[in-house]
């Protein structure tokens, strides 16, 4: 028998016993001991990010976003020293190509933000800005400005947000494979069950704690790890549809050539224990949704199980979808989970959905003075980072607290980028989530289908709760988005050609 010439390609014995070569390879090849390094501190760094970020009160605090920005930082290094990184899929490579000039051009918009320019040009696109310094400066007026009111701030918040970047960029280039979607998933599921049982825990003590900190708010609240009980909220929105798409995959609710019994016994022989966990851990996140008291998470709540349903009839079609077992299926699985929840944790949120509590919402009165501050910076904004100082100058209501944040993600967003950096860095997001839907719809994977409609149910849920909150300005939460989209994106074009 002659011996194969050429060790490093596929096929060769030593080879299969290394493992699956599409689990370990780029185009075909083994991975060099150097590469198998850089990827396995590529992927368990990652997954200790994922972990530690809502653990200190969800690294609001300077220190802990130094902590992920240095840390995307190491993993973008890691993956830039690999020399055979994971093949990205050539479809998805073409179709999403424009992300290659509609990233840099939104950070190029953050460093036009940041660094100074003539006054003419300030004066010429941000007239209110120029303005404000004409007021409040000397009367010499420097020769250059910045278009950002607080350029300090903007420089600060475009590196987190780099930071960010280069983490979706490693899931993207990275996170490629089947086993690695189940791993990260299922680690952000264990992270969910955690923060609700802790939370449901605190709740029960007379002296609670957010893990290394005192609580001293929303004592009446389950919040885990989290100060604001809408930002626990989110975080468990995010994930009880990976948890979902995750226990749908295990049923192959879209495997379309199984029977119902074929998919039940599925069920039951094949990890039975870990399906029992998943039920259970989507009904303790559920209740501990109910048991924050956000309205927003509540409605959401709801959200996430509609949308399911109707991603499953749009998949199975009308007439499909008139079978009563499939029918029954979706229903039993969506009621089941949601009365649970409703049974332990309705009598929290009747108080908090009570007229009065909705009449005392300072929302509708604080937006409007929003709006006027996006009125006075509509093309390129106060600058970002800037809204909590910038808003004072326009706060009319007299709110017993300095508003750092707008309550609305999108009105902060457009108030600090205006409309120009508002639409790129919207269209990145909502363009990457509407490739991933179109995707999806033409999959025929009933694993594809179950997991990736997870992250796509987890992306909408958190954009909607971003009407009314600020969870993207949580680094907790804006991490766990960012992966969830970049690894959204791969898995629907998994093993597509």
């Known amino acids: 028998m002659t011996r194969n010439p050429h060790p490093w390609k596929p096929g060769l014995p030593s080879a299969g016993r290394t493992g699956a070569p599409?689990?370990?390879?780029?185009e075909g090849l083994p991975l060099s001991p150097k590469d198998r390094r850089l990827r396995a501190f590529v992927e368990y760094g990652l997954l200790a990010l994922l972990v530690w970020t809502p653990l200190?009160?969800?690294?609001?605090?300077?220190?802990?976003?130094?902590?992920?920005?240095?840390a995307a930082v190491a993993l973008f290094g890691a993956t830039l020293a690999m020399d055979r990184p994971s093949r990205m899929n050539g479809l998805r490579a073409r179709r999403l190509r424009w992300l290659r000039y509609a990233v840099p051009a939104l950070f190029a918009f953050l460093l036009f933000q940041f660094l100074p320019l003539p006054a003419f040009a300030?004066?010429?696109l941000s007239p209110r800005a120029a303005a404000l310094r004409e007021a409040y400066l000397p009367s010499e007026a420097p020769p250059v400005v910045t278009l950002s009111l607080l350029p300090g701030r903007t420089l600060s918040s475009a590196l987190t947000l780099a930071a960010y970047a280069l983490i979706g960029y490693v899931v993207f280039r990275t996170v490629t494979h089947r086993r690695q979607f189940r791993r990260v998933i299922l680690v952000l599921v264990g992270l969910g069950v955690f923060e609700a049982l802790y939370g449901l825990f605190e709740l029960m003590r007379k002296d609670p704690r957010l893990l290394f900190y005192r609580k001293t708010i929303s004592l009446d609240a389950a919040t885990g790890t989290f100060v604001n009980r809408?930002?626990?909220?989110?975080y468990l929105e995010m994930v009880i549809p990976l948890a979902l798409g995750l226990l749908l995959s295990r049923l192959d609710l879209f495997g379309d050539r199984r029977t119902w019994r074929e998919r039940?016994?599925?069920l039951v022989s094949r990890g039975a224990a870990v399906n029992i966990l998943l039920g259970a851990g989507l009904v303790v996140m559920a209740v501990a949704v109910l048991r924050s008291n956000s309205r927003s998470g509540a409605v959401v709540l709801g959200f996430i199980f509609v949308l399911f349903f109707e991603f499953a009839a749009f998949h199975f079609g009308k007439k499909k979808l008139r079978n009563r077992r499939i029918r029954a299926v979706l229903v039993w699985v969506i009621l089941g989970i949601t009365a649970s929840a409703f049974y332990f944790g309705v009598d929290a949120m009747v108080g908090r959905f009570a007229l009065d509590k909705l009449l005392q919402d300072g929302r509708p009165q604080y937006w409007g003075a929003v709006l006027r501050m996006i009125a006075d910076f509509p093309l390129t904004g106060v600058g970002l980072g800037a809204f909590g100082q910038v808003y004072q100058a326009y706060d009319a209501v007299a709110m017993p607290y300095a508003l750092v944040h707008a309550h609305n993600d999108y009105f902060e967003f457009l108030s600090e980028l205006g409309f120009i950096g508002f639409l790129l860095l919207a269209g990145i997001v909502f363009l990457i989530i509407g490739d991933a839907v179109l995707t999806w719809s033409r999959r025929r994977n009933p694993e594809?289908?179950?997991l990736a409609l997870g992250g796509i149910v987890s992306l909408a849920a958190l954009l909607v709760h971003s009407l009314t909150d600020f969870n993207l300005q949580v680094p907790a939460n804006a991490l766990v988005f960012v992966v969830v989209l970049a690894m959204t994106s791969s898995m629907v074009y998994h093993r597509m050609s």
Do not use: D
Not at 22 to 26: H, R
Not at 230 to 234: D, E, K, W
């Open 448 to 450: 594809v289908k179950s």
């Open 22 to 26: 599409s689990a370990e390879t780029a």
């Open 122 to 124: 300030v004066r010429l």
């Open 230 to 234: 809408n930002h626990f909220a989110g």
């Open 56 to 70: 200190p009160v969800a690294s609001v605090h300077e220190w802990s976003i130094l902590l992920i920005q240095l």
């Open 264 to 266: 039940v016994a599925r």
